[in-house]
C-alpha cells in the first residue's frame, strides 16, 4: 500500500485565491497563453505556515498534468536550491503569471496587464500576511520585476522582507549566452546572500555551495506532499516526460505526456 504524503490544498485566504482567479478573457490564447490547461497556482504550503517565499516565471507543460508549478526540470533545480538553505517544507512557490505560455515573445509583455497583476498581487499579500515569510526569492527577470511591481504598489507598501533576485532555474539553455557555470555561480552568491538572512529555516545545516555542475544530490524529486494525491513517483523525479503536443504549431492546446520505461 502506498502511504506518501500528498498537499491537501489551500486553505484560508489562498483557498479563495483558487476559487476565484482571472479566466481566459485575461489570460488569452491570441497573447502566447495556454489558457486551454487552467490555471496552476502554487506549490508549497499554501496555509500560512510558509517562511520562504519563492516566485517563478509560469507553469510549463510538466505543471499543466502535476497541477503545481515548478514541479518539472526547473523545479528540482530549485528544490535543491531552498533545500540548501535549509527549507525542506515550509515554503510557498508562486508564478509571475497564472498559466503557462507557449510563444514568450507574444506573453511577457503582458506581465503587467491589470487583471493579471491585480491577481498576483493578491497572492503575495496573502503570503506575506501572516508575518512569517523571512525571505523572498525571485527566479528570472519577470520574477523579478513582479516582485518590484508589488512593493510599488498599494498592497506593497511597508513592505521589508528581504529580497534577493537569481537567474531562472534553466537559463544555461544550450547555444544561449549563459553556462551551466554562470547559472552556478550567480546561484552561490544568492544562496549565501539569503543563508547569511535565514533565522528559521526548517533544517538547520552548513551552506554547502554549487560546485562546477548539478550533483544528482542537487536535483532532488519533488516532494510528494507538495502535489496533489495519487501523483506518480516518476512524475516527480524524472525530467522531461512532457512536452509539446503534435501537429508542430499546435503548443497551445496540445501536449505529450512519455512515461519513462520501469
Not at 501537429?247 to 497551445?252: C, I, K, L, S, V
Request: aromatic content about 10%; charged content about 20%.
Amino acid at each position: 500500500m502506498i502511504t506518501d504524503a500528498f498537499d491537501t490544498g489551500p486553505t484560508r485566504r489562498f483557498r479563495t485565491l483558487c476559487r476565484r482567479y482571472p479566466d481566459d478573457t485575461v489570460y488569452r490564447g491570441a497573447d502566447g497563453f495556454r489558457s486551454l490547461w487552467g490555471p496552476v497556482f502554487y506549490r508549497g504550503r499554501a496555509n500560512g505556515t510558509a517562511r520562504l517565499l519563492v516566485v517563478g516565471q509560469d507553469p510549463a507543460q510538466t505543471e499543466a498534468f502535476t497541477r503545481r508549478i515548478l514541479s518539472g526540470q526547473a523545479g528540482r533545480r530549485v528544490q535543491g536550491f531552498v533545500e540548501k538553505l535549509g527549507f525542506t517544507s515550509s515554503y510557498l512557490m508562486v508564478n509571475a503569471f497564472l498559466y503557462g505560455i507557449y510563444n514568450q515573445s507574444m506573453a511577457l509583455g503582458h506581465l503587467n496587464d491589470p487583471g493579471v497583476l491585480e491577481y498576483r498581487h493578491r497572492w503575495f499579500a496573502a503570503a506575506l500576511a501572516p508575518g512569517r515569510v523571512e525571505a523572498v526569492v525571485t527566479f528570472g527577470n519577470p520574477a523579478s520585476q513582479a516582485w518590484q511591481t508589488f512593493l510599488g504598489s498599494p498592497e506593497g507598501a511597508g513592505v521589508s522582507v528581504f529580497h534577493q533576485r537569481a537567474l531562472h532555474p534553466t537559463a544555461d539553455k544550450p547555444g544561449g549566452p549563459i553556462s551551466r557555470r554562470d547559472l552556478l555561480d550567480n546561484w552561490n552568491v544568492a544562496l549565501s546572500r539569503l543563508h547569511a538572512r535565514v533565522t528559521a529555516p526548517d533544517v538547520v545545516r552548513p551552506l554547502v555551495p554549487y560546485g562546477g555542475d548539478l550533483t544528482p544530490g542537487e536535483l532532488p524529486g519533488i516532494p510528494s506532499r507538495d502535489l496533489p494525491a495519487g501523483i506518480p513517483p516518476w512524475m516527480r523525479s524524472t525530467d522531461f516526460w512532457a512536452g509539446p503536443g503534435d501537429p508542430p504549431g499546435a503548443e497551445r492546446a496540445n501536449l505529450t505526456v512519455e512515461v519513462p520505461s520501469p
